[in-house]
């Protein structure tokens, strides 16, 4: 069993709609989840940032962390078009460039 | 412009020839890693730095060496690639709680 588990998709969805990706994980080391956004043939870009359990929320975007269920989630509001990319769940011990351990991906379609 | 630069963007090459491939980020950070990328597998990290002279293995370090010299270059160095080397790579730099990826090396060995 892989330690982070993601759903690869693809997950297609009408502009507009609210979008939710999760990802779930074993180790109960992991304090620090992050989220990423990867377009086709690009480096993946840093959306969002959280430490231990909670909510976060940036424009459109909110993470939540369930640490007692080891499960987390990524939500899209008024998803776009220009959303459509791979997006990626990390997780780490000890900070956000430290053992890091990414999901596989979930590929996300908006379609206009 | 802040950035991470890599080099070369697509390598193909030989079974046991060595090689490099360079990564140069101007932003100033301590932080840099360098992670491979495969269908199915994800994303996982080879080797990270916390600063000049000072790095540590990451998931998947077999096969693969690193050096950090100065603050702005973390080059990656395959001694005697193997065909199972054949991968994306990135390099990415930040700081401890962000990475900025660089925009990818295919490297195939054939």
Known sequence: QKEVEQDPGPLSVPEGAIVSLNCTYSNSAFQYFMWYRQYSRKGPELLMYTYSSGNKEDGRFTAQVDKSSKYISLFIRDSQPSDSATYLCAMSPSGGYQKVTFGTGTKLQVIP | ?110
């Open chain 2, 1 to 110: 412009e802040a950035q991470v630069t890599q080099n070369p963007r697509y390598l193909i090459t030989v079974t046991g020839k060595k090689l490099t491939v360079t990564c140069s980020q101007n932003m100033n950070h301590e932080y840099m890693s360098w992670y491979r990328q495969d269908p199915g597998l994800g994303l996982r990290q080879i080797y990270y730095s916390m600063n000049v002279e000072v790095t540590d293995k990451g998931d998947v370090p077999e096969g693969y060496k690193v050096s950090r010299k100065e603050k702005r270059n973390f080059p990656l160095i395959l001694e005697s690639p193997s065909p199972n080397q054949t991968s994306l790579y990135f390099c990415a730099s930040g700081t401890s709680y962000t990475q900025y990826f660089g925009p990818g090396t295919r490297l195939t060995v054939l």
